[in-house]
């Protein structure tokens, strides 16, 4: 069965520290999907990043990175430099074949907060 | 363009009560995905509408039901209400293959049941 576990239930900085946050999945298939999505207090899930289970390079958006890491299953987040509009609940989620892809398995989100 | 929108915001009902939520997908997605995010158990996979058809559901019981229009968008019924069944309803839209796309969340409606 597809699992996602955040450790991290809240992490709080201060603006302008580096923050990671962690995600670990379990899944069985080797074709599989990762997502990270953040959750502001309005309530909208915001995508991003999407990195399927083939592309192990790591990536930067800005002030965003990720760090996918098969051999030890997890798709880590950092925000370098943080700031308080960061200040969000951050989801991390898996799809794969077991449910054709369509549904997303979600950890239980790591509430971070960014003070001035 | 506009994003998925859900309506109502904020719904309260007694318990025992029907309550209809609502979802509009983003022109030319033609799936329709709902989520349930209860405090303390997170987001939850609800159901999978694409084409009109329903395609999965998760572990919730019959009483959570819904349909999809020919215009794509989408209705969640949730009928004898329980106090537990309050929660934040999130919508989702994508292409049918939202894997490779990415699925884009409306901001929820807030059901309240008391």
């Known amino acids: 069965a597809q699992k996602v576990t955040q450790a991290q239930t809240e992490i709080s900085v201060v603006e302008k520290e580096d923050v990671t946050l962690d995600c670990v999945y379990e899944t069985r298939d080797t074709t599989y999907y990762l997502f990270w999505y953040k959750q502001p207090p309005s309530g909208e899930l915001v995508f991003l990043i999407r990195r399927n289970s083939f592309d192990e390079q790591n990536e930067i958006s800005g002030r965003y990175s990720w760090n996918f890491q098969k051999s030890t299953s997890s798709f880590n987040f950092t925000i370098t430099a943080s700031q308080v509009v960061d200040s969000a609940v951050y989801f991390c989620?898996?799809?794969?074949?077991?449910?054709?892809?369509?549904?997303?398995?979600f950890g239980t989100g790591t509430r971070l907060l960014v003070s001035p | 363009e506009a994003g998925v929108t859900q309506s109502p915001t904020h719904l309260i009902k007694t318990r025992g009560q029907q309550a209809t939520l609502r979802c509009s997908p983003i022109s030319g997605h033609t799936s329709v995905y709902w989520y349930q995010q209860a405090l303390g158990l997170g987001l939850q996979f609800l159901l999978w509408y694409d084409e009109g058809e329903e395609r999965n559901r998760g572990n919730f019981p019959p009483r959570f039901s819904g349909r999809q229009f020919p215009n794509y968008s989408s209705e969640l019924n949730v009928n004898a209400l329980e106090l537990e069944d309050s929660a934040l309803y999130l919508c989702a839209s994508s292409f049918p293959d939202g894997w490779n796309y990415g699925y884009t969340f409306g901001s929820g409606t807030r059901l309240t049941v008391v």
């Open positions: 989620a898996l799809s794969d074949s077991n449910t054709g892809f369509q549904k997303l398995v």
